[in-house]
């Protein structure tokens, strides 16, 4: 329902049919709907999740290099795994901060006496499209002595052997062959 349509419901019934008082009423409805976009596109930019011009804004106040010709999800990982990745490292940090660059899941486990950290990822094919990013905020967490392996999962020639025709057109070459992007 429009607002133009909300304002004339606030009036008495007698002015429905008033053409002036329904032109007056589209011409501040219209104002309105604007108003109403405004806002709400406003109150997204305080969330870096569905911030887009004040993306900038929160690189900035982090030190993270401004990236306009990014993508804007890899640009939110980068902000929201900043954010997160305060404090005393641990490897729930560590999955934290990896889960923001990546919606599939995510297993990290830590071999102390190794001096590593290895971080699975057990849903997406191949490597992700901001592995660099997530390197990078590792690497800024991490300490200095521990080293971190990237575990990245594949199709198997079992996986491939099982799935229909329609399957594997649906299925990039990248995919099958252990590309990324």
Known sequence: MSKAEVWMGYLPSFYHGIRDMKAIANAEGAELDKLDESLVDLIDQYYPETATWALSRYEQDLSIPVSPSKPLEQRRSVVISKMRGSGKVSASMLKN?????????????VQPAEYKVTIHFRDTLGIPPNLSDLQSAIEAIKPA???????????????????TVEQLSATTQDRLLGGGA
Do not use: F, P
């Not at 901060?97 to 486990?109: F, H, K, P, W």
């Not at 002595?145 to 799935?163: C, N, P, Q, S």
């Open 97 to 109: 901060v990896a889960q923001a660059y990546e919606r599939g899941s995510i297993e990290v486990s």
């Open 145 to 163: 002595h521990m080293a971190v392996d990237y575990a990245l999962r594949y199709l198997t020639i079992a996986e491939v052997e099982g799935m």
